[in-house]
C-alpha cells in the first residue's frame, strides 16, 4: 500500500499542537497484558504516545514513515525512533508484549499492519489502537464556527479515511480476542492561537491550501476572535477517545 503522506509537511506543527493522551489511558494500559518488557507504537507521529508509554514499558519501538515526524519527536533514552511502514516493522518475531497505535490505524492497509502485529507480539501481547474525531468546543457559539469550518469550508478536503475515526473505529476489521475499553475524554485548555495550530495540522487544511494557495484558518481565526474572549483566554477543548483492543 502507498505511504498517504497527509502530515509531513506540518510535522512541526503537529509536533507542537496536537493533543497529548490522557493519564487514565496509559494507567489502563498498564493492565492489559503482564509483561512490561518492550512496546511497538507504530504510527507514532512525532511520539505523543511513545512519551507516555515510557512509564509503563522498559523499551518502546516508535515507528512513522514519514522522517519529517520523527525530526520532530523528543528523545527519550528509552525511545528508539525508526523510520519503517506499518507493514514492515523491522523487529524480530514475538519480541513485543503491545502494539500500539494512536490516531493512526486508518491510514494503515488492515491486512498488512495485523499480519505484521501477529509476526511481532508475544503470545500474551495485545494490539490497542485509539484515536479521536472532531473537538467539542467549550460554548455553542465556538462550536458553531469551528464546525462550519470543519464541515463546510474544508469538508470536502476529507480524505475517507477521516469516517473510520468520526465512527470511533467501529466499522474497521478487528480479527483478536476483542476486550472492553474505558470510555475516555482528552481535554486541554488552550488560547485561540493554540486552537488555530491544531486546526492547521488537519489533513483537510494541509489539502485546501495546496488546492487553493491560501490558509483557511486565517479567517476562521479572525471570527473566533470575538467569542473568544482575547486571544490569551484559555477554553475548554474535548475530544471522545475511540479504544479498541485484544490479544492474538
Excluded at 503537529?14 to 494507567?27: E, G, I, Q
Excluded at 492497509?109 to 485509539?130: C, I, K, M, N, P
Excluded at 495540522?201 to 489539502?207: I, N
Aim: net charge negative; with cysteine.
Amino acid at each position: 500500500m502507498t505511504f498517504k503522506d497527509h502530515f509531513s509537511g506540518r510535522a512541526s506543527q503537529y509536533s507542537r499542537f496536537r493533543p497529548d493522551y490522557p493519564d487514565a489511558l496509559f494507567t489502563w494500559l498498564g493492565g492489559v497484558t503482564p509483561k512490561h518488557e518492550s512496546v511497538w507504537d507504530c504510527g507514532t507521529g512525532s511520539g505523543q504516545a511513545a512519551k507516555a508509554l515510557t512509564a509503563i514499558f522498559r523499551s518502546v519501538i516508535a515507528t512513522d514513515a514519514s522522517a519529517e515526524q520523527l525530526e520532530n519527536a523528543v528523545p527519550h533514552p528509552r525511545i528508539e525512533y525508526r523510520v519503517a511502514a506499518a507493514s514492515a516493522s523491522g523487529l524480530s518475531d514475538e519480541s513485543v508484549n503491545m502494539v500500539t497505535v494512536a490516531q493512526a490505524l486508518h491510514w494503515f492497509d488492515f491486512q498488512s499492519f495485523y499480519a505484521e502485529v501477529h509476526r511481532v507480539l508475544t503470545a500474551d501481547g495485545a494490539l490497542v489502537v485509539w484515536g479521536y474525531g472532531d473537538p467539542v468546543m467549550e460554548t455553542a457559539s465556538i462550536e458553531h464556527i469551528v464546525h462550519q469550518f470543519n464541515r463546510g469550508t474544508i469538508e470536502k478536503y476529507w480524505s475517507p479515511e477521516r469516517e473510520m475515526v468520526l465512527d470511533g473505529y467501529a466499522s474497521i476489521p478487528f480479527p483478536f480476542r476483542e476486550i472492553e475499553t474505558p470510555s475516555l475524554w482528552i481535554e486541554r485548555r488552550w488560547t485561540l492561537g493554540e486552537l488555530a495550530g491544531y486546526m492547521r495540522t488537519w489533513s483537510a487544511t494541509a489539502s485546501y491550501v495546496r488546492a487553493n494557495g491560501i490558509d483557511p484558518v486565517n479567517s476562521v481565526e479572525q471570527e473566533l476572535e470575538g467569542e473568544w474572549g482575547g486571544n490569551e483566554n484559555r477554553r475548554l477543548v474535548r475530544w471522545p477517545l475511540r479504544i479498541r483492543a485484544g490479544y492474538i
